[in-house]
C-alpha cells in the first residue's frame, strides 16, 4: 500500500519508516486500549479508590529504581546496533549484564527508601513493605527488555507488537478472571510483577523464533565501558524524568492519603497513555534521522522540524478533546463509583502536559543524535526539581489539581529549559515555532496572499 508522504521526508525513506512505526503504533495502541479497560477502568471499579491506591502504590515508588536500572542504554543501544548491526550479540550482551547488576542493586535502596519515607512523610505509606517488596523484582525482570533495541534496528517493529500486545493480552485476561473471581488485593499484586515477566518471555520467544539465542550473547568489557561512559547521563535523565512523572503521586499519597491516590492513578493513567503515540514515532523514525544527519543537513534540519511541528498537532489536538470530555469520561467510566468523578478537573488539565512531554520526546532524540546527552540529564534535573517545589506548594492546598498543575509547569519547564543553554538555543527556538504552529501559519498566510 502507497502511503502519503511527510514534509522533510522523501517518499521512499517515509514509505519504509512508517511502516515499522505504523508495526510500533499499533502495539502501543493496543497496550493502550487493554491497560484502559483493564488498568484504569476494570480495576478501579472493582477495588474502589483506597483499594486502587494501594495497588498503584508500589508502581509509583519503584518506578524510580526501575528506570534507573535500565542505565539509559535504550536509544544508545539501538544506534550502536544500527552502526555495527554484525555486533549485535556482543551489544545486546553487554547491555543485559549491566541492565541485570543494576536491577539486582536497585532493590536494597528501594526498601531504604521505603523506610525513609515511613518515618518522614506526613502519612504512611499507601501500601505495606511486602508489596513493595514484591514489585521491586520488576528492576530484574525488564534487563531482557533490551530485545526491544534489536527489533527497532531492523526496522521489525512487528515484532515487539507480537510480543507487547500478546503480554499485554494476556495479563489483561488473568485480571479479568481475577475480577469475575473476586480475588482479593494481593494477586493483583502479584500480577505486576506478573505482567514485567510475560514480557520478558515474550521478548525472548520472538528473538528465539528469528533463530538467535540470549545464550549466544557475549558479555565484552570494552563495549560495556563504552555504553556506560555516554548512558549515564541518559540513565540520570530516565531517573528525573520518572521523578518528575511519579512524585506527584507520592507526595498526594503523603499530603492526602491512599484514596486521593487511588483516584489520581486514573487521571494519570488516562492522561498518560496517550505517551505511546511520540515514543513509537519517534523510535522509528530515528534511523531516518540519523542518515539524514551523516548524509544531508539540511534534510536534518527539516525533519526535525517537521517532526516537532507534527508532535504539536497531535498533541494540541488529543488535549483539546480529552478536556472538553473529561466530566463526561468519568461520568461513564465510573458510573457506579461516584467517589472517582473527582478526578475530571485534574484530567482536564494534566492531559496538556502532552503537548510538552510530546515535544520533548522528539527532541530528546535531536540530543541522542548530537551528542549532548549531559545536557538532556540537565534538562530532565530542571524538570524533577521543578516538580517537587511546585508540588510542595500547589499539592497541599489544590490536592490532585494542584497536582497536575504542577505536573504541567514542570514538564514546559524541562522542555524549554534548552532556551538557557547556548548549544541549543536556536534548537529551543525551532520548538517554540513549533509551539505556535509557525510553519502551518505561515503556508497558510502565504496561500492567502496569492489568493
Same mark, same amino acid.
Given at each position: 500500500m502507497k502511503l502519503p508522504s511527510l514534509p522533510g521526508f522523501d517518499a521512499q525513506a517515509f514509505d519504509k519508516y512508517l511502516k515499522n512505526t505504523?508495526?510500533? @503504533?499499533?502495539?502501543?495502541? +493496543? *497496550? #493502550? /486500549?487493554?491497560?484502559?479497560?483493564?488498568?484504569?477502568?476494570?480495576?478501579p471499579n472493582y477495588l474502589g479508590d483506597a483499594q486502587n491506591g494501594i495497588l498503584n502504590y508500589p508502581l509509583a515508588l519503584i518506578s524510580f529504581f526501575a528506570a534507573a536500572s535500565t542505565l539509559g542504554t535504550d536509544s544508545l543501544v539501538t544506534r550502536q546496533l544500527l552502526v555495527h548491526p554484525q555486533q549485535h550479540r556482543t !551489544? #545486546? $550482551?553487554?547491555?543485559?549484564?549491566l541492565r541485570l547488576l543494576a536491577g539486582l542493586a536497585t532493590i536494597p535502596l528501594i526498601y531504604l527508601t521505603y523506610l @525513609?519515607? *515511613?518515618?518522614?512523610? &506526613?502519612? &504512611? &505509606?499507601?501500601? &505495606?513493605? +511486602?508489596? =513493595?517488596?514484591i514489585v521491586s523484582f520488576v528492576c530484574i525482570a525488564q534487563s531482557f527488555n533490551i530485545i526491544d533495541c534489536y527489533f527497532q534496528s531492523i526496522a521489525k517493529g512487528k515484532y515487539i507488537m507480537y510480543v507487547q500486545v500478546g503480554a499485554n493480552l494476556l495479563s489483561a485476561l488473568v485480571k479479568l478472571v481475577l475480577i469475575l473471581c473476586k480475588a482479593p488485593l494481593d494477586t493483583f499484586i502479584w500480577m505486576l510483577l506478573g505482567d514485567a515477566v510475560l514480557l520478558a518471555i515474550g521478548y525472548v520467544s520472538i528473538y528465539r523464533a528469528q533463530h538467535h539465542n540470549p545464550f549466544h550473547w557475549k558479555f565484552d568489557r570494552s563495549v560495556a565501558t563504552d555504553l556506560l561512559k555516554h548512558a549515564w547521563p541518559l540513565a540520570l535523565s530516565s531517573v528525573f524524568v520518572t521523578l518528575?512523572?511519579?512524585?506527584?503521586? /507520592?507526595?498526594?499519597?503523603a499530603f492526602w492519603g491512599k484514596a486521593s491516590l +487511588?483516584?489520581?492513578?486514573? =487521571?494519570?493513567? @488516562? *492522561?498518560? $497513555?496517550?505517551?505511546f503515540f511520540p515514543m513509537a514515532l519517534v523510535a522509528a523514525l530515528f534511523p531516518a534521522l540519523m542518515h539524514a544527519r551523516r548524509d544531508d543537513p539540511a534534510r536534518y534540519q527539516k525533519? %526535525?522540524?517537521? @517532526?516537532?511541528? %507534527?508532535?504539536?498537532?497531535? *498533541? $494540541?489536538?488529543?488535549? %483539546?478533546? !480529552?478536556? /472538553?470530555a473529561a466530566p463526561t469520561i468519568y461520568h461513564l467510566l465510573y458510573y457506579n463509583k461516584p467517589e472517582f468523578h473527582i478526578g475530571a478537573p485534574a484530567l482536564a488539565i494534566h !492531559?496538556?502536559? $502532552?503537548?510538552? =512531554?510530546? #515535544? +520533548?520526546t522528539a527532541s530528546g532524540q535531536y540530543l541522542i543524535a548530537e551528542n549532548l546527552t549531559r545536557i538532556s540529564f540537565l534538562r530532565t534535573a530542571v524538570g524533577a526539581l521543578a516538580n517537587i517545589l511546585l508540588n510542595l506548594w500547589l499539592l497541599p492546598r489544590f490536592g490532585m489539581n494542584g497536582a497536575a498543575v504542577a505536573t504541567l509547569l514542570a514538564y514546559f519547564l524541562s522542555t524549554f529549559s534548552v532556551l538557557l543553554i547556548p548549544k541549543t538555543r536556536l534548537h529551543g527556538v525551532s520548538m517554540l515555532k513549533a509551539l505556535i504552529l509557525w510553519n502551518t501559519l505561515s503556508n497558510l498566510a502565504r496561500k492567502n496572499q496569492k489568493k
Open positions: 505504523g508495526w510500533l @503504533l499499533m502495539a502501543r495502541v +493496543g *497496550s #493502550l /486500549l487493554i491497560k484502559m479497560l483493564v488498568t484504569a477502568i476494570a480495576i !551489544i #545486546l $550482551g553487554a547491555a543485559f549484564r @525513609l519515607i *515511613s518515618h518522614f512523610a &506526613p502519612k &504512611p &505509606p499507601a501500601a &505495606p513493605l +511486602g508489596y =513493595v517488596t518528575y512523572m511519579k512524585i506527584d503521586q /507520592l507526595m498526594l499519597d +487511588g483516584v489520581y492513578t486514573t =487521571v494519570v493513567t @488516562l *492522561s498518560e $497513555g496517550w505517551y525533519r %526535525l522540524q517537521q @517532526l516537532y511541528e %507534527l508532535m504539536v498537532l497531535i *498533541s $494540541g489536538g488529543i488535549a %483539546l478533546i !480529552i478536556t /472538553l !492531559i496538556w502536559a $502532552g503537548v510538552f =512531554v510530546f #515535544l +520533548g
